[in-house]
């Protein structure tokens, strides 16, 4: 069992592909904290706990095919001539949603917003305390749950054909919905896995980039499922996401980057949440003529007094400065909406609703 206690939450077959020699045993990072730039730090000790996942090493022996996979795949990608196949297009769609949710970066989210809502109620006897371990197994429980939520975004490679490197981090998978943060109807809505106008971002290697988009909001003109990123600013654009997604470390393949993510981490730092989520409170405020029941924004303490109250948990969205120019907004693109908190939501997700009549086609543009 000891072998297996060194329990990684970004694995070692991904990181070795930023790292520094040829034999994958170390890769350069960088402490966004101590802004500090380290050499050759061994990748074994990197992004890993002791019995991360547990100690039944249920979890841990589970990744182990997805990953074998994964190294499998990267091989054929990186080959030469390789056009992106259908069945690699999903398979990296899963490997994104795994990484997403099996970080401590993610797990600390969650216990974090548990924390949050038991201070807020104020009551020690309701409270629930939620340990990492219980954080991690919850957050990887929902992979079976909400993978089919991915199955419409549509996926490419980008080669990097500039000086600059990818980088990576502790939490890679990175989330994130340029039309969300860019259109005036959307303004202080949070977006999730279902949100229309999502983008994936995942660095495969220091050259290569998996992006997922919605194609009824942008389009990425591609060949064989390739996009050729020629512009040094594009790749910024994509390394502040992971400056902002990240918990700790961000890991750099080539040590000549290191001022440039120091510099870069100076210009974002300022987007980058402190709390990856707010609760907003309401609290009773009577019946309308039409017998629905009203409820008017609070503070906390008008909620702990209230006897009948609202929390509502809103996750807040790191913001870049700036967006790769090797994505377009489509001609037509189009969301839906029925005017509820589920926001602007993807054509699967809301055909896929009970109350899917609600939903109305609206132009993104």
Not at 330 to 348: C, M
């Amino acid at each position: 069992m000891a072998s297996n206690k060194n329990q990684h939450y970004v694995p070692q077959c991904y990181l070795r592909q930023f790292s520094v020699s040829d034999t994958g045993s170390s890769i350069n990072l960088f402490n966004i904290d101590r802004k500090k730039f380290i050499q050759g730090a061994p990748i074994k000790n990197q992004c890993s706990k002791s019995y991360f996942y547990g100690d039944d090493l249920t979890l841990e022996k589970a990744f182990q095919p997805t990953e074998g996979q994964y190294s499998s795949i990267l091989k054929q990608i990186k080959s030469a001539g390789y056009k992106l196949s259908e069945e690699h297009r999903e398979f990296l769609k899963c490997f994104w949603l795994l990484q997403y949710l099996r970080t401590e970066a993610a797990s600390r989210r969650d216990i974090e917003l548990t924390e949050g809502m038991n201070e807020a109620i104020g009551d020690k006897a309701y409270a629930y305390r939620l340990e990492m371990k219980e954080a991690v197994q919850e957050s990887i429980a929902k992979f079976p749950k909400v993978i089919e939520t991915l199955t419409d975004l549509k996926v490419c490679l980008i080669n990097n054909k500039t000086a600059l490197d990818f980088i990576t981090s502790d939490d890679p998978a990175v989330l994130t919905n340029r039309w969300y943060f860019q259109d005036a109807r959307t303004k202080g809505m949070s977006f999730g896995l279902s949100s229309a106008g999502n983008l994936l971002l995942l660095p495969l290697t220091d050259k290569i980039l998996m992006l997922g988009y919605d194609g009824n909001v942008y389009n990425a003109s591609h060949k064989n499922g390739w996009v050729n990123m020629t512009n040094q600013a594009d790749v910024k654009a994509i390394n502040e996401h992971q400056l902002l997604n990240c918990r700790a470390n961000v890991f750099v393949r080539n040590p000549e980057h290191a001022t440039h993510v120091a510099d870069l981490f100076d210009a974002v730092k300022v987007n980058k949440p402190r709390l990856r989520h707010k609760i907003n409170y309401a609290i009773f405020d009577g019946i309308g003529n039409n017998g629905d029941e009203h409820f008017k924004v609070a503070d906390k303490e008008q909620f702990r007094k209230h006897e009948k109250s609202l929390m509502h948990c809103q996750v807040i969205n790191a913001s870049p400065r700036m967006w790769p120019s090797v994505l377009q907004w489509r001609l037509k693109g189009f969301a839906y909406f029925n005017n509820s908190g589920a926001g602007y939501i993807r054509q699967a997700a809301a055909f896929g609703k009970a109350n899917a009549s609600e939903f109305k086609k609206v132009k993104i543009r």
